[in-house]
């Protein structure tokens, strides 16, 4: 943004926020990417329309394009969304450069309803112009600054390649009935589920490759951390020693994340009135089976010993444990059973009913899935068979065995997620800018 050095003057086109008319002037609040600039009107002030005409103070309006030229002065600004806290504008001229074709702009500052479901579907139906209010877009802003820490961290510390691949695809790579169906010329193919193929594939060509990209889960239920797209932060790599060492890479990106976060958004963060997640060197790790242990023996939660997965209840419980116990947001939980997890997933040599795959919760929520991945053609095989898959159906992934491939492994971090934990949000829709759910496809 232009230099806002006390005493100088400047130019700052935006967008009006508001205009409060004062006896003696009054504000117009500009809204800029940051946050919002509080100018100041005197007599001096004076306004223009498009076509060059005298117009008063009054004329102006919410969502109006202007440029207005002032002086930087001193203030004491208490407003968490303002861009700065301790100086204003003096306006001496503004200059209107386009405007809104109604004058009953929607009001996205004041979003009062009684409660929260209808606040939402508010929101949510008037997102195009919502998203303007100071609050989602300091939460997209973190959203975006996520993203770009993630490939850049990927690119420039660990040698990664960037890679982009389809989302029309024959074949839905998770399994599960969670998938849409659409007509490609005359033929049913699929909408991706995650690129789990294909970056498979890029691990043959490039050893470490990364993708930010939408995924699809045609998820019939409507709840506050499912969207029936969203974006999928995907890492897989070569040549792995073990599941640890994607671990391991996960744990030094979200350090990297993190600290971008704290650096790039304190305006943001201020404004959320969030708490950034606390990330130990090393992050506690228990297998499943562990898991169902401590929290039956502390008394966290119910009996769930001998279950295939992780109750919602246990997700909660074993993150508030690992957080009081470790000091950490953050729990790896690994050894899922096998017909609990994708085909895709080593069995674990040592007890082959589990796989060496893990789930990284934060906050009581699952923010990623990963794991080591079978390289062996002969060994998808037997494991599609033994499932009822027909091996024809995905030649093409198999052949990528057929032709050689190292040990490898990677994860994949739903990006709304990672976001509303980060933020404590209740609803990872609120960290979609569009978010698709089972009533919503507009805007
Ligand atoms: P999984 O299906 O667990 O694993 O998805 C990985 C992560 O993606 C996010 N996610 C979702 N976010 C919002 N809405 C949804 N409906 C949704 N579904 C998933 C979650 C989840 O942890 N191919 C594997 C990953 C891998 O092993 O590399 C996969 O897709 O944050």
Known sequence: MEDFTIGSTVHVSGMIHNVRVTKWGGFIILRKPRGLVQTVVSEQSSFVNEHGEVISMADLCREMAVTITGTVHEANIKDPAACFNDRELAVE?????????????????????????????????????????????????????????????LSEHEDFTQIFTPKIVSEGAEGGAN?????????????????????????????????????????????????????????????????????????????????????????????????????????????????????????????????????????????????DKFGSDFVFVTHFPSQHRAFYAMDDPADPSLTLSFDLLMRGLEITSGGQRIHSEEMYREKMIRRGMNPDNFRFYLDTFKNGMPPHGGFAIGLERITAC????????????????????AP
Request: proline share 4%.
């Open 179 to 323: 998938v849409f169906k659409m007509d490609y010329f005359g033929k049913q193919v699929y909408l991706a589920q995650s690129p789990q193929f294909y970056k498979q594939i890029g691990v043959g060509v490039y050893e470490r490759v990364f993708e930010i990209a939408p995924a699809y889960r045609a998820e019939k239920h409507a709840t506050s951390r499912h969207l029936n797209e969203y974006i999928s932060l995907d890492v897989e790599m070569g040549f792995i020693h073990g599941q640890e060492d994607v671990m391991a890479l996960e744990t030094r990106l979200l350090h990297a994340i993190i600290d971008r976060v704290c650096t790039s958004c304190a305006h943001e963060l201020a404004l959320l009135n969030a708490t950034m997640p606390a990330l130990p060197e090393s992050v506690p790790t228990w297998r499943l089976s562990e898991v169902h242990e401590i929290l039956f023996n502390e008394h966290l939660t119910e009996d769930h010993r001998g279950e295939d997965d992780l109750a919602p209840e246990e997700e909660r419980a074993i993150c508030k444990y690992a957080l």
């Open 93 to 153: 001229k503004v200059e209107v450069l386009s405007r809104p074709s109604t004058t009953e702009v929607i009001d996205m500052n004041a979003l009062k309803f009684g409660d929260e479901e209808t606040l939402l579907r508010y929101k949510f139906d008037n997102r195009q112009v919502t998203l303007r209010n100071p609050r989602d877009m300091a939460i997209l802003k973190v959203q975006s600054t996520i993203a770009k820490a993630f490939a850049d961290y």
């Open 422 to 441: 980060f933020l404590n949000i209740a609803n990872v829709k609120e960290a979609s800018m569009f978010p698709r759910d089972i009533n919503r496809v």
